[in-house]
């Protein structure tokens, strides 16, 4: 048997598949495929499929991955042409590895996040953005199991660029995206609106995911 790294892509109305979905779609794009896939064994066998990091609902992400086992071995353009034919638009795979990283060292994300609102110019949300990154701290209400609690995310930003575009800001930022601590750039967007009492639209992308000493994720 052979463990492979399966790398695709999820844009355009895919944004909104959850990750659940994004399971199924998967696991059926298999079943359609072919492929020498081991399954699960027991009453109801099943592709074995595991996700590196589920992408939250809403975001593009341009370097998805996902994990599964060969009985035999597959020319790698082989699986990227049958899994796309079984795939809908939006979910793209474009190229096929052997894994080399374990998901649970994964500890960063890479975001591109493009701003705009109705009410702001592209140039004063540039400022109000500026202007909130550089605060002593940034609190935001953070939901999970336990409830809701306010947090400081401003220790927790990375390294970051912010650009005024044409029509909106562009703020590309690594944050903390592993298991063990996690902050979505939505609180970052969510932050700036309460700070402006303003509603901003938000296009985000995951370019990436690194480890702990910084290594991209492969």
Request: proline residues 6%.
């Amino acid at each position: 048997m052979k463990n492979v790294r399966v790398w695709y892509k999820k844009d355009g109305a895919a944004r909104y598949i959850s990750h659940l979905d994004v399971n199924r779609v998967m696991t059926r794009a298999l079943q359609h495929s072919k492929l020498p896939i081991w399954h699960t064994e027991g009453f109801n066998p099943h592709p074995f499929i595991t996700f590196a990091l589920p992408l939250s609902l809403g975001f593009r992400g341009v370097k998805e991955s996902m994990d599964m086992r060969l009985l035999e071995d597959v020319p790698e353009q082989e699986i990227i042409s049958k899994l796309n034919q079984g795939l809908p638009q939006g979910i793209e795979v474009y190229k096929v590895t052997e894994p080399v990283m374990k998901p649970g060292k994964i500890a960063y994300g890479k975001f591109d996040i493009k701003l705009s609102s109705d009410a702001k110019t592209p140039e004063e949300l540039f400022f109000m953005l500026r202007s909130l990154l550089t605060q002593d701290t940034i609190e935001v209400e953070k939901h999970s199991k336990k409830g809701v609690k306010l947090i400081d995310i401003k220790p927790q930003l990375g390294d970051y660029t912010l650009e005024k575009l044409e029509d909106c800001v562009q703020l590309v930022i690594t944050l903390p995206a592993g298991s063990v601590n996690n902050v979505n750039p939505s609180l970052l967007v969510t932050a700036l609106e309460n700070s402006n009492s303003i509603e901003v639209y938000a296009d985000i992308t995951r370019l990436d995911v690194f480890n702990e000493e910084g290594k991209s994720f492969e």
